[in-house]
């Protein structure tokens, strides 16, 4: 079976604190990808990568970067944590599209509270 | 974003009953997917359609596709009580994954 983790369930920060979101999944995927899920707003894309070292902006990366140095791993980074960014974070990997099929792979979700 | 919307936003039903949820879609999609979600859990991967698909079954899972209404409806029949959930279609075009912002589903004992 596919294995999403993420580095913690629950996290609380203070405003301007620098926040680490680690994902790393065992499937050897080649795709990763950060969301945020805030009620009445579903699922929003924030960055997404094909590759190691490669990062593509998703519909709302402003506020974040990510960096991956391996395939198995990919970090959000909220370099300057902000009360806005309170919110559900989920991780996904998968393999890349086949006879177009992109079937995501979810990990637990980390639930960030800025304080 | 070619963002689909699910229909209902809640939708309340008795074990036993069959529960249906629509998605509508804006653009041309490759292939519509759905997927469940616990509370505070991520998401599970259910069923794909492809776009020259028009229906598919999985267990007690049936989706329908129309592509010329660009809408598409999740049948779970005898539900559950376990099937308590929120559930979400993806559109992927030529973009990644698009989500809905779900329908969430009570099955009541």
């Known amino acids: 079976d596919v294995k999403v983790t993420q580095s913690s369930r629950y996290l609380v920060k203070r405003t301007g604190e620098k926040v680490f979101l680690e994902c790393v999944q065992d499937?050897?995927?080649?795709?990763m990808f950060w969301y945020r899920q805030d009620p009445g707003l579903g699922l929003r894309l924030i960055y997404f990568?094909?590759?190691?070292?490669?990062?593509e902006k998703g519909d709302i990366p402003e506020g974040y970067s990510v960096s991956r140095e391996k395939k198995e791993r990919f970090s959000l980074i909220l370099e300057s944590a902000s009360t806005n960014q309170t919110s559900m974070y989920l991780c996904?990997?998968?393999?890349?599209?086949?006879?177009?099929?992109?079937?995501?792979?979810f990990g637990p979700g980390t639930r960030l509270t800025v304080l | 974003s070619q963002q689909g919307e699910e229909d209902p936003q809640a939708l309340s039903i008795q074990e036993g009953e069959n529960a249906t949820m629509n998605c509508s879609y804006k653009?041309?999609?490759?292939?519509l997917q759905w997927y469940r979600q616990n509370s505070g859990r991520g998401l599970v991967h259910l069923i794909l359609?492809?776009?020259?698909?028009r229906e598919k079954h999985s267990g007690r899972l049936r989706v329908t596709l129309d592509t010329s209404k660009k809408s598409s409806s999740l049948l779970i029949t005898a539900s559950r009580a376990a099937d308590t959930a929120s559930y979400f279609c993806?559109?992927?075009?030529?973009?990644?994954?698009?989500f809905g912002k779900g329908t969430r589903l009570s099955v009541i004992a």
């Open positions: 996904a990997s998968s393999f890349p599209p086949s006879e177009y099929t992109d079937t995501q792979y």
């Open positions: 499937m050897d995927h080649e795709n």
């Open positions: 990568s094909y590759d190691v070292k490669m990062k």
């Open positions: 653009t041309s999609i490759n292939n």
């Open positions: 359609i492809r776009s020259n698909e």
């Open positions: 993806a559109t992927e075009g030529n973009t990644p994954l698009v």
